[in-house]
């Protein structure tokens, strides 16, 4: 639930400072590099970069991930630690840099990066470790999955069962938190500006937390 909240907050706050680029959602980029070139305004570049730098994290996070595993490391823990790291790297760099005139300057594209490569490394861990939950960063396949749910419980196929109560509220909770985290940048974004970054490396660090919490064993007397 916190990487829903965190990736509809990064991808709205990094929308909303560097002119329409998607960190989350990056296929989006495509449609708002269409947008700037025919409205000639900017963060052309960072849009085009987006997916090659999108691809080069997801195959160096599953690299990483492999490593980690045959050295009996916990390579989950390990990967959301380097994504809170390039969380605060994206921040420190908005933070400096911003407010942004300028989304092609290269002080732009390298927060843009930042942030995309944060939101990959999420996307890569998601699909290798926590396969069988909701996806955290893409919401179209999710909610398509909630109201065909919900129709089948109105009125499912001819001897099929219902789907699964417990999968349409989970579902749902994660679309919900992303698009709470999407208001929330906006809210943040509008009040302090740039420095609206400064948050998502906390609740990925909540997020660090409470792994390391949950994973901790438990002794008996």
Sequence with gaps: MLLSLNAGYVDAAGYLALQGLFSAHVTGNFVTLGASLALGTSGAIAKLLA??????VVIATRLLDTLLSNRDRSALETLIALEVLLLVIGAALAMHFGPFRDSDNWQAVLTGMALVAAMSMQNAFHRVHLGSAPPSTIMTGTTTQVMIDIADRIYGPSGSDSPPSQRIVQMSTNVLLFAVGCGGAALAYS??????????????????IILRFRERPQYRS
Excluded: T
């Design 191 to 208: 009040l302090f500006s740039v420095k609206c970054f400064a948050a998502p490396p906390i609740v990925g660090s909540l997020q660090l």
């Design 51 to 56: 997916l090659p730098m999108f691809c080069a």
